[in-house]
Antibody, heavy 117, light 109 residues
């Protein structure tokens, strides 16, 4: 069965970096599906963060993270990544990876990122 | 950028009530619209995609309609387990847009 498992969250100081991972199982990451990162600040709504095309040919980012975050994928490990640099307090959120197939049909459980001095 | 306006931000209804939530896009998005349900402390769950197609396993009391700029999620008969926050989302590759609405919190009266 399809599973997405995020990891890599934690507490980090402003300006530092963190890399999130999303391990996929039950399907092949590179087959047909665009993969996304979505975040949710405490008590707030959902915010789309980034997408990588199924073949890796395109990547798009929300304006709030453009130039600081990088989405990537390692097909050999069936894993999605989000490299987050120059972190800000406002990046504090639960970060989900999600598979896009007519909407987000599968989500991970999320990994919490807290940016605080 | 395409903006989504979702309303209302919250509502309170009784068991058996018909509930309607709307989303309006700032420009036409065809039918690239999805609806999600997020129960407290849980991961969002896809209810409807392509504006009106029910995701497998979702109860038939949920329905979606609309095309272009105006979309609606309807719960035909509200049940206690429907207490949740509901989000609409554009999922368009051209132009590349995956914006969520602000969310609607549905509570039981």
């Amino acid at each position: 069965q399809v599973q997405l498992v995020e990891s890599g969250g934690g507490v980090v100081q402003p300006g530092r970096s963190l890399r999130l991972s999303c391990a996929a199982s039950g399907f092949t990451l590179s087959n047909t599906y665009h993969m996304h990162w979505v975040r949710q600040a405490p008590g707030k709504g959902l915010e789309w963060v980034a997408v990588i095309w199924y073949d890796g040919s395109k990547k798009y980012y929300a304006d709030s993270v453009k130039g600081r975050f990088t989405i990537s994928r390692d097909n050999s490990k069936n894993t999605l990544y989000l490299q987050m640099n120059s972190l800000r307090v406002e990046d504090t959120a639960l970060y989900y990876c999600a598979r896009q197939y007519r909407g987000y049909d599968y989500w991970g459980q999320g990994t919490l990122v807290t940016v605080s001095s | 950028d395409i903006q989504m306006t979702q309303s209302p931000s919250s509502l309170s209804a009784s068991v058996g009530d018909r509930v309607t939530i709307t989303c309006r896009a700032s420009q036409g998005i065809s039918n690239y619209l999805a609806w999600y349900q997020q129960k407290p402390g849980k991961v969002p769950n896809l209810l409807i995609y392509a504006a009106s197609t029910l995701q497998s396993g979702v109860p038939s009391r949920f329905s979606g309609s609309g095309s272009g700029t105006d979309f609606t999620l309807t719960i035909s008969s509200l049940q206690p387990e429907d207490v949740a926050t509901y989000y609409c989302q554009i999922y368009s590759s051209a132009p590349p847009t995956w914006t969520f609405g602000q969310g609607t919190k549905v509570e039981m009266k």
